[in-house]
């Protein structure tokens, strides 16, 4: 059994208020390492046997269409090893 | 500037309707990939400089005891090269 990760992160650009509401709750509980704080989203997809080529392309597609609002939102496709 | 990356994912054993959603999803749309999907969260922690150990060690204690919720969800801490 493979495993591929699908991360969907917003844009850069685009205004993330979970991770700023995160990002200013660190230092009221004590934590001051953070500069910035950004929350995304991750699908874990347990796929038959070793992840293919023809399967992470499949993915790549769904994530694009699907998984991901690609008008604010980007995303990375992995093999988890 | 470096990047913390905290993963959440439900543990196993908890039920995952959002990730459940996703999976029964998919093959509607024409995409057979998947036996299982599970959906989590991911946390981008920008800070100053590269990450130190001592900083890695304050991110953990944040993870699990405000970013997760460690009854029903694991953690993952990386860097991110």
């Known amino acids: ?22 990002g200013n709750a660190l230092p ?6 953070a500069q910035s704080v950004r929350q995304g989203k991750r699908f874990e997809i347990e796929v038959a046997g070793e ?6 392309a ?3 597609k769904a994530a694009e269409e699907f998984l991901a609002n690609t008008v604010i939102e980007t995303f990375v496709v992995k093999v988890e090893k």
Request: charged share 20%.
């Open 1 to 22: 059994m493979g495993k591929i990760i699908v991360e969907v992160m917003l844009k850069p650009e685009i205004l993330d208020p979970q991770g700023q509401a995160v």
């Open 58 to 60: 499949d993915v790549e």
């Open 51 to 56: 992840p293919t080529q023809a399967m992470l």
């Open 28 to 33: 009221r509980l004590g934590f001051t390492f």
